[in-house]
């Protein structure tokens, strides 16, 4: 079936003249009326009934139109998606992101993207969640990835999601006594010497309130800004650390470091998506968006990882 017959068909039905139909379809009347005829003639019956200069649709008529809306509405639609992918193949995605899941997560995340979408262009910078969050609060960037120990920061005028649920594990050298077990009492923990990050990080902020909640007494021995250099610390037995699995999964594969789960209590932190909700996504961002939270297109540790919060 030709849907340019259709097309006059509806347009006919729905503006109650042939002429008007005709110029609102760029068309001549005899152009109209011949579609019209070649329709009559495909269903064998009557579409329209002419009295005198008016117009009305047959019973046929009345049957095939909601059909015909369907049919056109359905077209329409599949130009509408069409030109989405063009324009998000064509488009580009402006990210900001902190530090670990810039490095751990999101070039994979990108990597599966663009073998679908490969026309695709990032922009990504990298600083600390609250910066992220100021980042997004101000429409500079699309799409936000921050860090989090509560699972919702409930802010409301950010759009959150959970992409990741980090688990904060103990990491230690090889030669520590603790690489010969794969967990720990909470109590244990006490007064061992540890690395710690400075205080306006996340993973500090939760080692901290984890120490405080159990009232155990702790030691910090190092107090170091630099993450490589903490690992470095804990791969020479100067004490352990706390981290999360994300930031510590390469050394714990290569085997530079082990670690060790909190039995009591697993500690976990979030690697959330933020954008703004007063922000509407372009066609890229939003592919980008739906493409990282679909299943199918998750690989290996993040497939896996449990996205809720408890």
């Excluded at 009345?62 to 130009?79: F, Q, V």
């Excluded at 930031?247 to 060790?260: A, G």
């Excluded at 922000?279 to 990282?292: G, M, N, Q, R, V």
Aim: charged fraction near 25%; proline fraction near 3%; include cysteine.
């Amino acid at each position: 079936m030709d849907l340019y017959k259709l097309k006059s068909f509806y347009t006919v039905a729905e503006l109650g003249s042939f002429s008007r139909a005709a110029e609102s379809l760029f068309l001549t009347q005899p152009a109209v009326s011949a579609q019209i005829k070649d329709l009559e003639y495909e269903y064998k019956t009557k579409l329209f009934d002419r009295v005198g200069r008016k117009i009305k649709l047959t019973r046929a008529g009345e049957t095939l139109i909601g059909y015909a809306k369907k049919l056109l509405d359905m077209y329409e639609e599949s130009h509408f998606a069409v030109n989405m992918l063009k324009e998000a193949m064509d488009g580009s995605v402006k990210i900001t992101t902190s530090g670990t899941p810039g490095s751990r997560l999101l070039p994979t995340l990108i990597s599966n993207f663009k073998k679908v979408y490969p026309d695709t262009d990032f922009v990504i910078k990298t600083q600390k969640s609250v910066s992220v969050v100021e980042s997004i609060k101000q429409n500079h960037f699309d799409l936000g990835i921050i860090v989090s120990s509560e699972c919702n920061m409930e802010k409301h005028d950010l759009i959150e999601k959970i992409l990741y649920k980090d688990q904060i594990v103990i990491g230690v050298s090889n030669e520590h006594p603790l690489a010969l077990r794969n967990s720990i009492s909470v109590n244990e923990l006490s007064n061992m010497p540890l690395i710690v990050s400075v205080k306006n990080t996340v993973s500090r902020q939760a080692m901290d309130k984890f120490f405080h909640q159990y009232s155990i007494p702790f030691t910090i021995a190092y107090e170091i800004e630099n993450m490589s250099m903490i690992k470095t610390m804990v791969e020479k037995n100067l004490g352990i650390a706390f981290f999360s699995s994300l930031e510590i999964r390469k050394e714990v594969d290569s085997k530079w470091l082990h670690t060790v789960e909190i039995e009591d209590v697993p500690l976990y932190r979030y690697v959330n998506i933020i954008y703004h909700r007063n922000h509407e996504l372009s066609p890229a961002t939003k592919a980008f968006y739906d493409f990282i939270f679909n299943p199918d297109n998750q690989t290996g540790f993040l497939r896996n990882n449990q996205k809720n919060c408890f």
